[in-house]
């Protein structure tokens, strides 16, 4: 993993957990979860972003933020050392990956699902996300017994009973677990990468705030799931 930047270590990690960002729908938000709760989590725990998407959208993204990039960050497709990523026990607590979302190419991100304990699927509220979804879990993160959880982006508040209808179709329909956290539709998100932003840079103000209460909220559920013991160290 020659490609990390060196930050200086703050104590040495107890655990760590790898969480694959994925879906092969593209589009559904992957590289914006992957990088905003990944500096969200920075806050508290040591943080790792992979990026295995050859689109490289986050190394664009983290380019942009220049200095300001909270958590070390690591571009790479090779399976060899996609496959290491355990390696980085004594590093790290969390190791976020973004992966592509094609429905073919399927190679790298078997790779990182084989390696990760758990994967968080961000899905959108469209009925065109919903199969390539269910394909995501059924043929490549089930069979694996891959603990994982859908999460809702792009929730419209304008729109009446979207998070609820959205919600029971995930619980009652289809039956896949979710995040009780979900991400709302935010020009801040669509803005962030060119602008090199993240909620870790974000000034609190009206055009901002619910896009870091959202993030706030997915990291704390995600760090309870994942890792209790840290969740109640702080
Ligand atoms: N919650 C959101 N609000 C507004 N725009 C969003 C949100 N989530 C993602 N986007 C935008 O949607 C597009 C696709 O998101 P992205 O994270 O690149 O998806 P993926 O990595 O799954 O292809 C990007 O332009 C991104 O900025
Ligand atoms: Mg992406």
């Known amino acids: 993993m020659t490609e990390i930047d060196s930050r200086p270590a703050r104590e040495v990690a107890v655990s760590m957990v790898i969480v694959a960002v994925a879906n092969q729908k593209g589009g559904v938000g992957k590289t914006t979860v992957a990088m905003q709760v990944g500096a969200e989590l920075s806050r508290r725990h040591r943080v790792l972003v992979v990026d ?11 380019e942009n933020t220049r200095d300001r990039l909270p958590f070390d960050f690591a571009g790479s497709q090779h399976p060899k050392m996609l496959s290491r990523l355990r390696d980085l026990r004594a590093e790290y607590e969390f190791v976020l990956v973004d992966t592509p979302g094609s429905l073919e190419d399927t190679v790298v991100l078997e790779t990182v699902l084989d390696a990760a304990d758990y994967a968080l699927v961000p899905v959108t509220p469209e009925p065109l996300a919903v199969d390539p979804t269910l394909r995501t879990l059924s043929r490549l993160i089930e069979p694996r017994r891959l603990r994982h959880g859908v999460l809702l982006n792009r929730i419209d508040p304008r729109v009446p009973h979207q998070l609820e209808t959205w919600q029971r179709l995930l619980d009652a329909e289809l039956g896949v677990p979710r995040l009780e956290s979900h991400l709302r539709q ?11 932003e993240l909620v870790t840079s974000l000034r609190r103000n ?3 705030e619910g896009t ?13 799931l994942l890792s209790p013991a840290l969740a109640g160290a702080w």
């Open 52 to 62: 295995v998407d050859r689109q490289q959208s986050t190394v664009w993204w983290a």
């Open 206 to 208: 009206r055009r901002t």
């Open 186 to 196: 935010y020009k801040v998100h669509a803005e962030a990468p060119v602008l090199g």
């Open 212 to 224: 870091i209460a959202d993030i706030a909220c997915i990291a704390r559920e995600l760090e309870q």
